[in-house]
């Protein structure tokens, strides 16, 4: 018999990590994969590019994890540089063009994995697409942003303005700030970081300020300015306008589906590929999808959501290259775990906040806890402070923000679990949790929190 073929689009996290997968599986003689990716690069860190940009991580090759010849030494025809630009479906074709050479080929399939990604937030504004405004997705980004840096000259002030002020916005300002840039950030909410509720957003605003970043709350973005040479020079908002000499968005990302949409396939209320648990296109019995161009089931709201993390698209690359190679596995969702940092101050939070809360029709208590990383008296001690949401009645936990140093984001993966087991905040109380001074008070941060909010169960139930 023939060979099977599986073609995949997207050569990142999730399309390598499922044709990986599925040669594991399946040999070539068996399947034939191909694959095709857009870029110059494969299988990369992109959640590491904003710390090779301030230079913590030292070469862009270090964020690689597996070149193209690499890949394709494991029986992968692995085509760099080549743009998927339409999708058969009932004829089980793809359309591909050759960025090099402009030439332009069908390719039939007997399996598709739709692994297109993301694309960063880039509002159609005038000034928009000048030179020295940058979005940052790809390594191709990353290198276009620190060519243009370089381009700034390093004599006199410099000024960078970072627009938005989520996970990406955040790590953007502390990479400029590192380059010796004067940082300003124009945040359209109520304070920056905006999956957290404003009162835990507001530590994140402080800690800005301390380390030197102007973070502006509430500033719409509505033109970007040029020089006499083309390039940016100031960023202009209906709160006023902000000198720059390079320009980062920081807005966050969508999922990049215009190939899929154009070939008739679900999509959901935020705009990515809906899969069923074994990452299947609903309603595609040969197409799966995953990474950043799907939605997810949030196991605490009971909806799908749209989350960009590379932990996941690897997950869903795993799902899907074990069902494409005649083994078996499920995505069953997400709780919506994510951690971040601005200089040494860490931000974690996982489950819903308040706002999701009540879009889903859950009525919650919410217990604030100060507490510190270390015992007290340990030196070194500094402080963390642990926001919890229980449900109303029940106490079944619904979320935790973390804001501090030391430590603090990744005692976020306690609360992550617990969100996973459906646990209450009164279970989470006798957890059985590492104690020593240099690690951790005899009460842990995450405990002590679970304390209070069982005290707010109680006290709302009464």
Avoid at 326 to 343: I, R, W
């Amino acid at each position: 018999m023939a060979a099977e073929r599986l073609v995949v689009i997207g050569g990142d996290a999730a399309g390598m990590s499922a044709a990986s997968q599925a040669r594991r599986l399946k040999g070539a003689d068996a399947l034939e994969i191909v694959a095709f990716e857009r870029g110059h690069f494969t299988s990369y860190s992109a959640c590491g590019i904003p710390y090779w940009v301030s230079g913590d991580v030292g070469a862009r090759d270090d964020l690689i994890a597996r070149t193209p010849e690499e890949h394709r030494r494991r029986d992968i025809d692995l085509r760099m540089r080549t743009e998927v630009t339409e999708l058969d479906v009932p004829g089980r074709r793809v359309k591909a063009l050759d960025r090099e050479s402009g030439k332009t080929y069908w390719t039939g399939f007997d399996k598709l994995v739709i692994a297109t990604g993301a694309r960063p937030v880039r509002p159609a504004l005038p000034g928009m697409d000048a030179p020295g405004v940058h979005g940052v997705q790809t390594l191709d980004d990353g290198q276009a942003l620190l060519d243009s840096l370089d381009a700034v000259g390093s004599d006199g002030e410099r000024r960078a303005v970072v627009v938005g002020a989520g996970y990406i916005g955040v790590e953007m300002a502390e990479a400029m700030l590192t380059r010796g840039f004067e940082v300003t950030v124009l945040n359209r909410g109520e304070q920056p970081m905006a999956t957290l509720d404003p009162d835990m957003g507001r530590l994140v605003h402080d800690a800005m300020d301390g380390l030197g970043i102007t973070t502006v709350n509430g500033a719409a973005v509505t033109e970007i300015i040029t020089g006499p040479d083309g390039r940016v020079s100031e960023v202009a908002t209906d709160a006023g306008r902000y000198p720059a000499d390079v320009v980062v968005l920081g807005i966050g990302v969508e999922p990049e589906t215009a190939l899929a949409r154009g070939a008739g396939l679900p999509v959901g209320p935020h705009g990515g590929l809906l899969t069923d648990l074994s990452m299947r296109v609903v309603g595609h019995e040969n197409i799966w999808a995953g990474g950043d161009c799907v939605e997810v089931l949030d196991l605490v709201a009971g909806r799908t959501r749209h989350i960009a993390l590379g932990t996941h698209a690897n997950k869903h690359g795993q799902v899907i290259g074990s069902n494409v190679g005649g083994g078996y596995g499920t995505f069953p969702g997400v709780v919506g775990t994510a951690v971040s940092k601005v200089c040494d101050l860490e931000i974690a939070r996982t489950g819903l906040r308040e706002k999701d809360a009540r879009a889903v029709g859950l009525r919650y208590v919410t217990a604030t806890i100060e507490s510190t990383g270390r015992a007290g008296y340990y030196p070194g001690a500094k402080p963390m402070t642990v926001k919890m949401i229980a449900e109303y009645r029940t106490g079944r936990l619904l979320g935790v923000q973390i804001v501090g140093r030391d430590g603090a984001a990744k005692r976020v993966d306690v609360a992550a679990v617990a969100l996973t087991a459906g646990m209450t905040v009164e279970q989470m109380t006798a957890l059985d949790l590492g104690y020593a001074p240099p690690f951790s008070p005899v009460w842990d941060p995450v405990l002590v929190a679970a304390r209070k909010t069982v005290a707010a169960v109680r006290g709302a139930g009464s």
